[in-house]
């Protein structure tokens, strides 16, 4: 484990005296503080760079003078500080580095020291290594024979290689008086302080042992009566003399609600032992606090409580079609699920449902799409029609595992993961819980999150999902998890076979106007505190909107666009006019200024060498154009620009391959190309762009630029290409589909092969574009070219 890098250190620093405590570097260590001298030294530390020196005393007096100070201590940093009723003061201090005294600058108002950094001499080798082993061993031992000590102790030693750290942790916990601490932490090399320990842990050890044979021996003769009487009895005579309230209150009433949750057996074991161990912590101990907060989370995570009643399949589509237009798909699906689950309940009876993995698994949805789409919105959709709690949880950027599986719960300020976090503010075990952006997890040192997802989303693991912080096992199998991402390509694919996936494509310009009628529209105007008669829409005008200023696949900028005409007219009302705005496509402009979005295909193709293609992107489907022109040069060369990736340089490639290959047949001279330069180029150079789909839209270009045949302006196309020439499938085609109408064309060229895919365009679609189909090159090009070339640029690329 590599040793973070300490802060630079003064030259001196305020000395902090200690009675029969030693703080070793990279020990965290709580202190309680109450002389005048050192409550001054704190004050005036925290004001500063909150850096003092730890130094341990000789003898046990209150105010011990300089001479009785050890002369090599610990610097450390202050991290927290609090007050106390009682006027002394609560810091939580860590050990940053050994440092050895040198003499004293200044005595009053406390004691400031002059140091200097006094690193531990390392040591490697057989040895070394040979007593590191016998330390953890002999120190799990202990830990095993030590109610006080956390088993985790015992698995931090053992994770330990730096035999300095696995020293100073031994030292800190174990029953070493002050003075041997001290030595522990003077001694050099590193392989001095290791055999330091090895003889009293051995003691503690055997004394340890001895006291369990005798307990053992004892307990055998006592019966269970006589047993308990005398703890309990015991236990009363401590909390007196502690001062604490007689009978536990605070462990009572976490015991109580322990056993209100119903948790099962095993985290029901679990709960009793740390319920005892509670009780023999002092409260003071940080120890304390974790036990506590941990049994807090166990008593509050709902291990019974559910939230779903009734299945009302009327009432399940009313709400998806009333917050939600189109989506038929998730729709049928989702209802089919319901159906399924409503048809199980019924016919199962009034008998207790199974549990565990005898229980029905809940589906793992993943809905993917662009943005804007109302992925999010339908989840939340779905846990109404439910009557489920909705609960999200955003994925984007998440690098950490233990973000999923909690924290370890010796890390101080561990907690569980976000997944039980979730099930824990939901109150039950069945929400509807959203994995929203799944496909943005990322990895680093920390770990895989996705890796810890697995677990998560497989049916048949998940009823016995154990968190880290937790240990031990939570039934997940109730939750219906839904994830959302815009791309599936980057998700990985053992996590992508756990999820029945269903595409939410994008909208069609008339689809985007109804959903502005029957949502936007009204939802805006209750946003703004609109009347229904204040503000009122036409359907063009709407229309307007949705060509003139949004470009996407959702929806999410035409609601910023229809906000932004509530919120002037809002303006106008609050201002003293009261008349109604009823907006038309000739008064879009006056709310929202002039149109951003003119793109027309026909004004880019009218020269040759341009063609338009069609692009998927996580987005949506993208128009793009490809340029093609030539030069003389010294010799043939190609030339590709505008961003593209290698399988996009492969397609150009091959289409001029292609396109040289077959002069005869397009008529035009084998020479054209010789001692020419052919510069290929995409525009919107600073995005890149990748794929094998524009192989077919660089052959047009490339063609049309040898043959001084313009494509036509009302045509756009997609497919791969082949150096013979075959137009091969390609993926996205409802999305590609869709951006063609967004701009305006109404003739595509497709791939045979991806007649199929046309089931997924809607018919409104299909009925205003024209799909051509093709199996070559050959066709495509007969049906995207000119028939004849302009005059003026007829035989212009000829030699």
């Known amino acids: ?256 609600r322990i056993e209100q949750a119903g948790l099962p057996d095993e985290a029901r074991r679990e709960a009793e032992r740390e319920l005892d161990r509670l009780a023999t912590v002092p409260a003071a101990s940080p120890e304390h606090g974790l036990i506590r907060t941990y049994l807090e989370v166990l008593a509050a995570l709902p291990w019974t409580r559910v939230s779903g009643g009734g299945i009302d399949i009327a009432r399940a589509r009313a709400v998806l079609d009333e917050d939600h237009y189109d989506l038929e798909k998730v729709k049928d699906r989702l209802l089919e699920y319901l159906a399924v689950k409503k048809l199980r309940q019924d016919r199962a009876g009034p008998t207790r449902p199974p549990a565990g993995d005898q229980a029905p698994r809940e589906p793992i949805l993943c809905f993917v799409g662009p943005p804007g789409v109302g992925k999010t919105s339908l989840g939340q959709s779905i846990a109404r029609a439910l009557g489920r709690i909705f609960v999200r949880m955003s994925l984007g950027g998440v690098r950490d595992e233990a973000e999923i599986r909690g924290h370890r ?15 824990r503010r939901a109150e039950t075990r069945d929400p509807v819980f959203m994995l929203d952006e799944i496909d943005k997890v990322g990895a680093d040192w920390r770990g895989d999150p996705s890796a810890a997802l697995l677990e998560v989303l497989d049916p048949a693991q998940n009823h016995a999902f154990v968190d880290t912080y937790l240990g031990v096992p939570f039934d997940l199998s109730q939750v219906l998890f839904i994830a959302t991402a815009n791309n599936l390509d980057t998700i990985p694919a053992p996590l992508r076979d756990r999820m029945e ?180 180029h995409v525009p919107a150079g600073a995005i890149p762009k990748d794929g094998p789909s524009a192989g077919v839209t660089m052959v047009a270009a490339i063609a049309s630029l040898a043959t001084g045949r313009p494509v036509r302006g009302d045509v756009a196309m997609t497919g791969e290409i082949t150096l013979r020439g075959k137009v091969l499938p390609v993926g996205g085609i409802k999305e590609k589909v869709l951006a063609a109408h967004r701009a305006g064309i109404r003739r595509v060229i497709l791939p045979r092969r991806n007649e199929p895919d046309l089931d997924d365009v809607p018919a409104e679609l299909r009925r205003e574009i024209e799909v051509v189909l093709v199996d070559t090159a050959g066709e495509a090009l007969a049906e995207a070219l000119d028939p004849v070339a302009p005059a003026a640029t007829a035989g212009a690329a000829r030699p």
């Open 501 to 680: 996936v269903l595409r939410l494509s994008g909208y069609t310009d008339d689809e985007k106007v109804r959903i502005a009628e029957q949502y936007l529209v009204p939802k805006q105007r209750e946003a703004n505190g609109l009347a229904p008669d204040e503000l009122t829409f036409e359907a063009g005008a709407l229309a307007r909107i949705v060509r003139g200023y949004t470009r996407e696949a959702g929806v999410r900028n035409l609601d910023r666009e229809i906000a932004a005409v509530a919120r002037k007219v809002a303006r106008r009302i609050a201002e003293g006019t009261r008349e109604p705005v009823h907006v038309t496509p000739e008064s879009v402009a006056e709310h929202l200024g002039r149109p951003r979005f003119f793109d027309d295909p026909a004004e880019r193709t009218d020269r040759p060498g341009v063609a338009t293609g069609l692009a998927w992107t996580p987005t949506g489907g993208e128009v793009l154009f490809v340029e093609a022109t030539m030069m003389p040069s010294r010799a043939e060369r190609l030339v590709l620009t505008g961003m593209l990736g290698d399988v996009m340089r492969e397609s150009a490639r091959a289409a001029a391959s292609w396109v040289r290959s077959n002069a005869g047949i397009l008529e035009i001279s084998p020479r054209l190309f010789e001692g020419q330069t052919l510069h290929v």
């Open 1 to 256: 484990m590599a040793t973070p890098p300490s802060p630079t250190l003064p030259d001196a620093l305020p000395v902090l005296p200690l009675r029969g405590l030693v703080v070793f570097p990279l020990a965290v260590v709580p202190l309680t503080i109450g002389q005048p001298r050192s409550l001054r030294l704190i004050d005036d530390v925290m004001r500063s760079n909150r850096m003092l020196t730890l130094v341990a005393q000789r003898s046990d007096v209150a105010e011990a003078p300089p001479e009785d100070l050890h002369r090599v201590g610990t610097a450390g940093v202050i991290h927290q500080m609090s007050r106390t009723p009682e006027g002394a003061v609560q810091v939580l201090v860590q050990g940053l580095e050994r440092v050895r005294l040198l003499d004293f600058v200044a005595t009053e108002p406390y004691l400031v020291g002059r140091i200097e950094p006094h690193p531990e001499e390392p040591a490697t080798g057989v040895e070394v290594e040979a007593m590191q082993r016998a330390v953890t061993e002999l120190f799990e031992r202990l830990v095993g024979l030590s109610a006080e000590l956390p088993d985790e102790l015992a698995a931090a030693a053992a994770g330990l290689t730096d035999p300095r750290q696995l020293a100073y942790l031994v030292a800190s916990v174990a029953p070493l008086d002050g003075a041997a601490r001290q030595e522990v932490l003077e001694l050099d090399p590193v392989d001095a302080k290791l055999r330091r320990l090895i003889e009293p842990l051995q003691q503690e050890i055997a004394v340890r042992e001895l006291g369990r044979k005798i307990t053992s021996d004892t307990r055998e003769r006592l019966s269970k009566s006589q047993r308990d009487f005398f703890l309990r009895e015991q236990l009363r005579s401590i909390q007196q003399e502690l001062g604490e309230a007689e009978g536990g209150g605070e462990t009572a009433e976490l015991r109580h």
């Open 409 to 423: 719960r010796t890390y101080i300020g561990a907690m569980p993961g976000r997944i039980i976090q979730g099930i």
